[in-house]
């Protein structure tokens, strides 16, 4: 994600170092807080249990230390350090957002932000109109008709092959791919797996789709199965005039996208009911969409995420 | 830079027309500014400026040179941009270099006016020369002969670098707002008793005194004073407006995503006078002159605006410095 960069007056940082002081505090409290560490740290651990060091950890002068930046995980005997805005590590079914790169025999190549490129196989997709695809070499010509190069697709991941590469696939009505939208890039910490990554706005006609990998759409909501064939959307680019997103949904994905934003940029978890809050915060108090992302409203939003924090433990120590 | 999808660039080209860009920005509006100065100490002036995500810094150095045979009356400015690999992986090598060009030569005419130093209404049949046309007053944005220490013998040779550091659209604009913030600084001006100088007062360059020799064929000798500065008189140094036009429609500030969509852009520097000082174009797509002169207007606009918001990001900058030392 490019860095939002906010500038603040003397007070605005005041109130901000507050408020992270605040959300440090809070975050000791919890049950067990995340140790950050960086180059050179020393982490304390349990001699006696003995440990393996994983990940990011090296024995110097009898003491493990750290030797990159990140928070200190421990699973059983193994202590790794996770760096924070590491790439994105596929797990099998995450649901992934990703940019085709190139159309090569059979496959589509897609970015996802992970130390490859991933490979969606035409045959593990179903086309986006639901009709049985004919295995020809035909078919194979014409797959610049379902992705071309630059779209954006929606997809599931499906598993690492024996040979290494990473495999999605998109069987269902609700994969394949993004339009009439804006594609957002954040770190990909700070989308956790969820139940439900697809997400209909119904109050603003917005469809969001938080991807596993930190690529987060917000575009217009698509009815299901009223995707046009191919051959429509060259009609439709020609009368673009008539086929722009209306305002008033423009306004909203606006508004959750510049959510999104001002969220990452304060580098807390996303989710849907943090994203709405943000975005309805903004509303009620008359913030402009293009201010959401000005100081005062960042420094709002660290000070409500403060209170949101700080009622979740209180409700999770009765 | 990513390519963007058929649907993407719908969406944005969508934005533009309503007048509601992806950001939440309208098509007339910048994004915030923040400027830095004095970041590098060994430069007589130097700033940075970040507008979004695009991050630059300018330098500018003062040395004393001797002026050009044709122009004795005028000191040099040179003009040179370089884009960091850290902006992007396209700048590594050698990639970034046809960028480089066009931004310094950009911001040569939008500074400078044309190689001369003096803009002058060249007869071009089409839009252009309107645009020169309608300039009631036409001036360079910096005043080449305010430069001259003793006249053809004696010069300040200004080098002006710029470097960008992270890329997301309207590079000129940032630069040319860097080198007016940076001007601010302690350049070392020249202090003789020769009466041209006095127009240098509140401009920042050392203090020189000249002691000519007694013939006029001598090398006047030249003593760079150290403690005192002249301050340069910026106020002058216009800044550049560049309007991106996408569609029918034109925007300030456009991001990287928005250039990659535009016809044409025109980049106008327009001084506190509101008076136009340079003009270029880039992008392959021709422009009606009206619209030219349509873009005129709203560029002196828009440079309004733009000018108070540095002038008191300047004065702020300013105070942070001196609450520092």
Known sequence: MRELRVLLNQTQKVRLQAALQHLRDLSFQASSPAIPVTIADTIPVNREDGILKGHGTLEFNGQVVATQCGVVEQVNKLVYVRALKARYKPEVGDIIIGRVNEIAPKRWRIEINFSQDAVLMLQSMNLPDGIQRRRTAVDELNMRSIFEENDVVCAEVRGFQHDGSLHLQARSQKYGKLERGQLLTVPAYLVKRRKQHFHHLEQYGVDLILGCNGFIWVGEHVVLGENEMPEDQESRMENQEQNFTPLKVRQQICRIANSVRLLSAHGFSLSLEIILDTAEASVSSNVEINDMLGAEFYVQTAEREVQRRASLLKKSRR | ?325
């Open chain 2, 1 to 325: 830079m990513v390519g963007l999808s058929a649907g993407e660039k719908h969406f944005i080209c969508g934005g533009i027309a309503q007048d509601l860009r992806s950001d939440g920005r309208q098509r007339l509006q910048f994004r915030p500014i923040s400027v830095l100065i004095g970041v590098i100490p060994q430069a007589n002036g130097s700033a940075q400026v970040r507008l979004g995500a695009t991050d630059v810094i300018v330098s500018v150095k003062a040395e004393l040179g001797k002026p050009t045979l044709l122009q004795p009356d005028k000191g040099k400015v040179a003009i040179y941009v370089d884009c960091s690999p850290t902006a992007g992986p396209a700048f590594e090598g050698r990639g970034s270099e046809e960028l480089s060009t066009e931004l310094s030569v950009g911001l040569q005419r939008c500074l400078l006016g044309d190689k001369s130093g003096a803009v002058q209404p060249t007869p071009v049949p089409n839009g252009i020369f309107l645009a020169y046309e309608c300039a009631t007053e036409f001036r360079a944005g910096i005043d080449l002969s305010s430069l001259i220490v003793v006249e053809g013998k004696v010069c300040w040779d200004l080098y002006v670098d710029g470097l960008v550091i992270s890329s997301d659209g309207n590079l000129l604009d940032a630069l040319a707002a860097a080198v007016k913030v940076a001007h601010l600084l302690r350049m070392f001006i020249c202090c003789t008793d020769i009466d041209g100088l006095a127009a240098l007062s509140n401009t920042g360059i050392p203090k020189v005194s000249v002691s000519l020799g007694p013939s006029p064929e001598d090398q006047p000798e030249v003593d760079v004073s150290d403690e005192e500065f002249l301050q340069f008189d910026t106020s002058g140094i216009p800044v550049v407006v560049t309007l991106t036009k996408v569609g029918r429609h034109y925007i300030v500030d456009a991001t990287a995503e928005e250039e990659s969509q535009m016809s044409s852009a025109v980049s106008l520097s327009v001084n506190r006078n509101g008076h136009i000082c340079g003009l270029t174009k880039r992008g392959g797509a021709g422009l009606d002159p009206s619209v030219v002169l349509d873009m005129i207007s709203v560029a002196k606009h828009v440079a309004k605006n733009l000018t108070s918001v540095l002038d008191s990001e300047i004065a702020a900058a300013e105070a942070a410095e001196d609450d520092e030392s």
